[in-house]
Nanobody, 122 residues
Framework: EVLLVESGGGLVQPGGSLRLSCTAS????????MSWVRQAPGKGLEWVSS????????YYAESMKGRFTISVDNAKHTLYLQVNSLKAEDTAVYYCAKYLYASSWWGYLEIWGQGTLVTVSS
């Protein structure tokens, strides 16, 4: 059973930072590309960032470049998202997700967790 548990969200002021974590179980974490997506209140899912199965390649949505950093700790089976210079429009539930197939970008993202809420407000 695949399980992804997000944590680290909270209430921060504009310009603030957080480190989001996603602990993974139920699959060979090191073999899968991983991603962060988010959902703002009343809106659809938005892709944020992805990292390759070997951790060597990262991708970011344009609005996140320079502010967000995705990383992994394979020993801890944990995916991270460092979020800096937060804006009000970053307010959303952040979900981690795994790609469908091992060692591949092909397919679609699977969201198994409940997400962690990031609220950016003064």
């Amino acid at each position: 059973e695949v399980l992804l548990v997000e944590s680290g969200g909270g209430l921060v002021q504009p310009g603030g930072s957080l480190r989001l974590s996603c602990t993974a179980s139920g699959f060979t974490f090191d073999d899968y590309a991983m991603s962060w997506v988010r959902q703002a209140p009343g809106k659809g899912l938005e892709w944020v960032s992805s990292i390759s199965w070997n951790g060597g390649t990262t991708y970011y949505a344009e609005s996140m470049k320079g502010r967000f950093t995705i990383s992994v700790d394979n020993a801890k089976h944990t995916l991270y998202l460092q979020v800096n210079s937060l804006k009000a429009e970053d307010t959303a539930v952040y979900y981690c997700a795994k790609y469908l197939y091992a060692s591949s970008w092909w397919g679609y993202l699977e969201i198994w967790g409940q997400g962690t809420l990031v609220t950016v407000s003064s």
